[in-house]
T-cell receptor
């Protein structure tokens, strides 16, 4: 069985603060993908990043960065200098290579509110 | 750009009605999914399909059925809608060749009165 835990249900920050969203996963498979998705107030989930289990290199994209650590089964997401437009629900997800139909297990999501 | 289109953004139905939620994707993805999203419960998988006419139950299939007669279309059916099926319904599609990234529709907010 696999599981994704996003322990932070809600986070509130003031604009320009840095914020880290935690994601911890459980899987028995050695090969898997990890994802982050963003769901803004409009409702449509959009893909942010995908990592495979072979690649622990951290990634930075503008104000976003991701820290993948297999040793702690974590895939954390940091937003630097947060902006009001970052307010959304963020989901972490896990997909095993051999899973039927590419089915992913999603965490329950973290609601981020960035106040001006 | 991948486009996943859900037929309705908002829907209001009466208890006992048969409800069809339609989802169409334009990227020739083999996999399609139906989720429901409720506050505090995250995304829960109802059904998924990995090919035409193929379907598998997800985590909460009770009270729902699905149909996939064409590759681009995946329908969610509520045979007899009940008030506890009031929710946001999200459709998604994916493909192994597209790295199993799921592409989502805008969602259908269904209210059953």
């Amino acid at each position: 069985a696999q599981k994704v835990t996003q322990a932070q249900t809600e986070i509130s920050v003031v604009e320009k603060e840095d914020v880290t969203l935690d994601c911890v996963y459980e899987t028995r498979d050695t090969t898997y993908y990890l994802f982050w998705y963003k769901q803004p107030p409009s409702g449509e989930l959009v893909f942010l990043i995908r990592r495979n289990s072979f690649d622990e290199q951290n990634e930075i994209s503008g104000r976003y960065s991701w820290n993948f650590q297999k040793s702690t089964s974590s895939f954390n997401f940091t937003i630097t200098a947060s902006q009001v437009v970052d307010s959304a629900v963020y989901f972490c997800a896990l997909n095993n290579f051999n899973t039927n139909a590419g089915k992913s297990t999603f965490g329950d999501g973290t609601t981020l509110t960035v106040k001006p | 750009d991948v486009k996943v289109t859900q037929s309705s953004r908002y829907l209001v139905k009466r208890t006992g009605e048969k409800v069809f939620l339609e989802c169409v994707q334009d990227m020739d993805h083999e996999n399609m999914f139906w989720y429901r999203q409720d506050p505090g419960l995250g995304l829960r998988l109802i059904y998924f399909s990995y090919d035409v006419k193929m379907k598998e139950k997800g985590d909460i299939p009770e009270g729902y059925s699905v149909s996939r007669e064409k590759k681009e279309r995946f329908s969610l059916i509520l045979e007899s809608a009940s008030t506890n099926q009031t929710s946001m319904y999200l459709c998604a599609s994916s493909s192994e060749t597209a790295k199993n990234i799921q592409y989502f529709g805008a969602g259908t907010r269904l209210s059953v009165l």
